[in-house]
């Protein structure tokens, strides 16, 4: 097993990938130290090198082999891993971007129920089922502690549009949920998943093995650059930036989605920080100030 | 212009792909069979990076509105040309009207037809490869369908002429067999399985199922024990379970160690299973031709090997490329 002199594991994915994992265990530290390797790696332009992928805890390089052997990438990562040490102290910029949500919706409900076969409980939706393996007494409890706290995006991938993200609450309050069984084989587009320690939204319909909470009302995909927030790229998030999920009903759902298929619907988004010394010394002032701004 | 009439299985555009937004989850995309593509450009004398179309298991029926340079390669299919057999691996003049038709694919996959100037769809991120799955690129991010009209592009090589005729030495021609080797790097996350377990990976054969498609091959066989252990915070239950992490393209993993899955270029670019290695560059396009109930050996290979054999196939690509200048 190769290590770079900080302890961090490497190992080649053949001639055309480099595969870095920080620790094995999910940490915010070690996202925001990935996150910040992966920025130094950009800014360093190493020729050659095509992809640099940040996940959780590891990220990974590809790159054309007969422009640079993946073999003198090492020295690289060491110098990237150097001026990047080990610190609690990151800051990183970040946007805040509201997200509005119909927990509990008439959509996802229906999908899951036609899974449950492959699901742990064959007779609670994966709401119910969420709430009371997270010591809820109903599934208004999970709503309000899904919502009440932001999440931040720590692994931007799967398919296009797709971000895992870690609700800024401590490890003791993490809501938790195992994946299902076996993946179902279809999931409605802007269908909001969570499992392990992570939410997504599902960028288009398809399969998946997360629980379904509820569903956007907004997209996080648009490959027409239908709305003007998705002007220069087809996918809206981006590593770091964090997500305020806000409880909507039915009507403004329908409010929303019109504006959505009329191209005149933006976002509430804000550049701001993520200050991991400050939320992990009081993640409830923490949250409070990053969340002023959205009133 | 040519018009599509039956479609064929899933016939898409490709080329030699999308780089550089892995990062987005958008997969490199572009021709499975990546040898297969090169030359069916070079025998119309086009551009490296020209596209084509890829066809699978059944192929399409086109028409050409005009005189047309073709060329056939990849899977060994029975083509016709307004009824006249056409030989594969070697530029043909299609006349204005003619039809190819495509009857069936015998060995192999994927077939790949290059068209003299390239399959002119819109070029998106750099590229002008279908990914179906998020629906980007290509003939409107989608496979071909019956009534497409595709035009002709203008990507030919400086230098070369339009003629029939041009073909590949029958030394450089593959054979597709029904039992491969295919060349892995161990690593990744192979510390996870048992040693038992990676000498079972490495000598025990693999059979392609039925579900194998762009995105990945799922194989049967002998199923791979994980090491026990506490799953790491994050991870999940599963003992093949980890954080979520980066899927490198041709990386195998083993859901709850039963199936393997091979990722291939419309890969998900990431996920929450443990990978146990990856399939060399050059032999992606070697288990791109394999269909179920097609066996597979995985052999183990250096770091040094998967690079030399992505060096001596460029090399060839790049001298079949000048040939077809002399």
Known sequence: MSRLSDGSRFSFGADEFVFVELTEEMSLEQTLRVIAITTDLRGAAV??????????????????????????????????????????????????????????????????????????????????????????????????AHSGAPFIATFIGFMPGNAESYQLVPRESQLQAPKYLRPRTDTPARALGHGGAFTTIYPVRGAGGFQLLGRSAVPVFDPHHRLDDFEAKIVLPRAGDIFKYRPIGMEEYWEIRAQVKEGRYRYTMHETSFDLAGFKAD????????LEVLG | MIAVGAPGLFSTIQDRGRPGYYAMGVPPSGALDSFAHEVSNALVGNRREAATIECTFAGPTLTFDEFAIVAITGAAAEVYLDGM?????????????????????????????AVRGGVAVPSLMGSRSTYVASGLGGQKGRPLVAGDTLDVGDLVLPGSTPRGGVDLPESLIPSYADAVEIRVVPGLCDYRLTPQAIDDLYSTPYTVTTEANRTGYRLAGKPLDFTPRTAPFGAGDDPSNVVNLGYPVGSIQVPSGTELICLLRDAVTGGGYATVGTIISVDLDVIAQAKSPDVVHFVPVSVDQAIAARADRESVIRRIFEEVLC
Not at chain 1, 79 to 95: E, K, N, P, Y
Not at chain 2, 102 to 107: P, V
């Open chain 1, 47 to 144: 020729t050659g090198v095509t992809d640099i992928c940040p996940a959780h805890v590891s990220y990974m390089l590809r790159l054309d082999p007969l422009v640079i052997d993946p073999r003198q990438l090492v020295e690289h990562l060491e110098h990237a891993h150097d001026r990047c040490g080990q610190t609690s102290d990151l800051v990183i910029r970040s946007r805040l971007i509201e997200l509005p949500v119909f927990y509990d919706d008439p959509w996802t409900r229906e999908t899951v129920m036609r899974f449950r076969d492959r699901h742990q409980s064959s007779d609670l939706n994966d709401l119910e089922y969420c709430a009371a393996e997270n010591g809820f007494s109903d599934v208004q409890g999970l709503i309000d």
């Open chain 2, 85 to 113: 057999r056409v030989p594969m691996w070697m530029s043909q003049v299609v006349r204005a009207n003619q039809t190819l038709e495509f009857r069936r694919i015998a060995t192999g996959a994927r077939s790949y037809v």
């Open chain 1, 283 to 290: 993640p409830r002032l923490h949250n409070q100030r990053l």
